[in-house]
């Protein structure tokens, strides 16, 4: 009995999480033309950043994918002849506090802030 109650509750909480996730709902966002030229420092002071489009209200990957990031980023795009332009403004509430376990490649991935980028010209 105590199985068959274990298995509805976990049904019914992965039913819950699908339909969080909806597969139908297609953001887009409008990426423009470099304006200028984009010095590649930190700062998001150039035409074409203040130009750009913003992308944000991001989700969280870890623990769970199903709710927005304790803390938000907002991320603008561009693009030149040669290159793809990403300016991300990463908030915290943790004035002071940045924790990086490793500069390496290959890092524990849950004990950090990660801002990551996938690129899927397959739409998979």
């Not at 709902?25 to 990426?31: D, E, F, H, K, N």
């Not at 033309?33 to 913003?54: M, Y």
């Not at 991001?58 to 709710?67: A, E, K």
Request: charged content about 25%.
């Amino acid at each position: 009995m105590k199985k068959s109650v274990l298995f509805i509750i976990l049904m019914m909480e992965s039913f819950v999480l699908l339909l969080a996730q909806n597969p139908t709902q297609t953001t887009v966002l409008r990426i423009e033309r470099a304006a200028d030229v984009v010095n590649i420092d930190g700062v998001l002071d150039e035409a074409t950043w203040a130009n750009a489009h913003a992308a944000e209200g991001f989700y969280q990957t870890f623990p769970v994918d199903d709710r927005l990031a304790d803390e938000q980023t907002i991320v603008k795009l561009s693009y030149d002849d040669k290159f793809l332009y990403v300016g991300a403004i990463c908030y915290t509430s943790k004035k002071g506090e940045y924790l990086i376990e490793s500069l390496r490649r290959d890092f524990g991935f849950g004990r950090n802030d990660v801002f990551a980028i996938y690129i899927d010209p397959y739409n998979d």
